[in-house]
């Protein structure tokens, strides 16, 4: 069934303990930009090769107790807000939450983080999700015609020299 609240005179107003989440909530929000800025600096600076580790998120996983999966994800969201400055002072400010970044920070760029902020301040880290799987099918679809588009055409000229002309996608480029 439904479940009562309990209210007695001796309690925590419930209004007051949901202040008090919403407040802590945003002091954790802050605190993991913080630690995101300590952690690109730290992969910036390769402070994970004195330990002769592959990588960042290698002594992220094995220093902080956290799994690889989870410590690559830090890395690379820590990585690209680098060059997401509105989305950085949202996330330092404490005003969105690291899920709604982590998804944020697969398909922002300095041109569609406006846009990517008003959706992660007027909706849910499952909106935000939604709308990225949307935005990553139809990017997606582009790189798959720009795969079937590569070209590779190599000869050798009348001096032995090879002449070689490529039409790649950007990343491969």
């Avoid at 993991?32 to 992220?60: H, P, Q, Y």
């Avoid at 398909?107 to 990517?116: F, G, I, K, M, S």
């Avoid at 849910?124 to 990017?139: L, P």
Wanted: glycine content about 6%; overall charge negative.
């Amino acid at each position: 069934g439904v479940m009562k609240p309990v209210t007695a005179p001796d309690l925590t107003p419930v209004e007051d303990l949901e202040r008090a989440i919403l407040n802590l909530c945003i002091g954790i929000n802050a605190a993991t930009s913080e630690l995101l800025e300590l952690i690109r600096e730290f992969d910036e600076r390769v402070g994970w090769l004195k330990w002769g580790l592959e990588n960042c998120a290698e002594w992220l996983a094995w220093r902080c107790d956290l799994s690889l999966a989870t410590a690559r994800e830090k890395v690379r969201v820590a990585n690209a807000l680098k060059d997401l400055p509105r989305i950085t002072g949202a996330f330092r400010e404490g005003r969105v939450s690291f899920s709604k970044v982590r998804a944020m920070t697969r398909v922002a760029t300095p041109e569609n983080e406006d846009y990517l902020l008003h959706i992660a301040r007027n909706g849910t880290a499952s909106h935000v999700e939604q709308m990225v799987r949307k935005d990553r099918k139809v990017c997606r679809v582009s790189d798959e015609a720009q795969e079937r588009d590569r070209e590779l055409t190599y000869y050798q000229d009348q001096d032995g020299m090879w002449i070689i002309k490529a039409r790649l996608p950007p990343e491969a480029g």
